[in-house]
């Protein structure tokens, strides 16, 4: 069984289906190899692994960095969460455009967001443990953020009144988000 890259429709963003190994005991799989990852596009140079968990209804995001962008590759190891990339790249032809991807601990299935784009999630299940490997180290002074609800953006969240974190639910727009990255 070999690895599945499948890209999305905004440039850059990969889905991954990692080969899963099940036997009597358990299975088994990789959440990340290097070099069978770099060989479909995945190239950055992970340098932080972070972990959440979270109940029911919680929204995490819209996050960005502002001057140091950082790629990420999200698994979801427990539960079920609807996550949420937005191309922030004023340069791309996806400029704006959003892409939601459900991802389970029971089916595996990652998602690779390049630097240039902002993240967010929110838990579907009674509780999700999610991990995701950063391409820069977290820096407070350069996180912005996006309103999960933004207008301009649309995004069709599965949830109607996520439980939101203060910094979350006093983020800009996504207008403001672009002046931002410009002007850094």
Not at 12 to 40: C, I, M, N, Q, T
């Amino acid at each position: 069984m070999e690895i599945r890259f499948k890209p999305t429709e905004l440039p850059g963003v990969l889905v991954v289906e990692p080969a899963v190994f099940p036997d009597s005991r358990g299975h088994f799989l990789e959440l990340y190899h290097r070099e069978k990852y770099r060989g479909h596009g995945i190239e950055p140079d992970f340098v932080q692994d972070n972990f959440s968990h979270s109940a029911k209804g919680v929204l995490r995001g819209l996050h960005f960095q502002v001057r140091r962008p950082q790629a990420k590759l999200v698994t979801a190891l427990r539960g079920e969460i609807f996550d949420v990339v937005v191309d922030l790249r004023p340069d791309s032809p996806a400029f704006g455009k959003w892409l939601g991807v459900r991802l389970s601990g029971e089916r595996k299935t990652q998602i690779f967001v390049p630097e240039g784009f902002a993240h967010g999630f929110c838990v579907l299940s009674e509780t999700a443990d999610v991990h995701y490997k950063c391409s820069q180290l977290y820096d407070p002074a350069d996180e912005g953020g996006i309103l999960w609800s933004d207008p301009e953006l649309g995004i069709a969240w599965p949830i109607d009144r996520p439980i939101l974190s203060g910094k979350d639910a006093r983020s800009g727009s996504f207008r403001e988000a672009v002046s931002l990255i410009s002007k850094a």
